[in-house]
């Protein structure tokens, strides 16, 4: 029974990680057709360069869906990278990562989708965007924060992130994937929760490290 769990719980991982790629390589790709018809080609050199990286690190991740931090820092590295080329001088980009984690095995291309989320939603009606992304320790938690100076409804956005886009919307889809493939992995032990602040809005992911898994449990990280 254990078995067939764990193979179930691989092959709905494989199933959802295959859904966040080809939406932002189509988009990319558009990019990057407009700017060879604008024949800006140093931009052109680094956005593929940093697109080809970000690919190799994608098909890296083994059939558990876990990866050392710093494989998952440089995959948001090079995804920073792409959208400072694409968004120039409209949005700030600021990574802050704890030293001394990048051992730790986590579930992978989790950052990602929240940096896109801020960007695609979050800052959509903003003048000029602000995103900050934080990784750190807390106690026996691994935090991932992302931060934005937009303002959103938590309240509306928990509920997608629990209960997805209502019928015919594509909205929150993104978010539920992560919510979903985080449970698969963690189950209630790991959170994921948007919260507004004065400054605008806040995503915390947390990953419990340290404790001891039980028979048939989903995998616990370790520190």
């Known amino acids: 029974a254990v078995e067939n769990r764990t193979l179930f719980l691989r092959a709905k991982l494989r199933a959802l990680q295959s859904q966040i790629n080809p939406h932002f390589l189509y988009?990319?790709?558009d990019n990057i057709r407009w700017m060879c018809e604008m024949r800006r080609q140093p931009e052109i050199s680094r956005m593929v360069s940093s697109l080809s990286q970000l690919f190799k690190l994608s098909l890296s991740a083994d059939e558990t869906g876990l990866w050392p931090l710093s494989r998952e820092i440089l995959h948001i590295r090079c995804y920073?990278?792409?959208?400072?080329?694409?968004?120039?001088?409209?949005?700030?980009?600021?990574?802050?990562?704890?030293p001394g984690l990048e051992a730790l095995e986590v579930p992978a291309l989790m950052l990602q989708p929240l940096v896109e989320n801020a960007l695609q939603h979050g800052i959509q009606d903003v003048e000029h965007g602000d995103i900050r992304?934080?990784?750190?320790?807390?106690?026996?938690?691994?935090?991932?924060?992302?931060?934005d100076n937009g303002q959103a409804d938590a309240q509306a956005i928990n509920q997608l992130i629990r209960g997805g886009p209502p019928p015919g919307s594509r909205k929150g889809f993104a978010l539920q994937n992560l919510h979903e493939r985080l449970q698969l992995h963690l189950g209630p032990r790991a959170s994921l929760l948007c919260r507004s602040t004065p400054e605008g809005s806040l995503f915390e992911l947390r990953i419990p490290l340290g404790k001891e898994e039980?028979?048939?449990?989903?995998p616990v990280y370790r520190g």
């Open 27 to 29: 988009n990319t790709l």
């Open 80 to 98: 920073l990278d792409i959208l400072r080329v694409r968004c120039q001088d409209s949005v700030d980009f600021t990574l802050t990562i704890q």
């Open 133 to 147: 992304v934080e990784i750190e320790r807390e106690e026996a938690c691994l935090v991932y924060r992302v931060r």
């Open 214 to 218: 039980g028979p048939g449990d989903p």
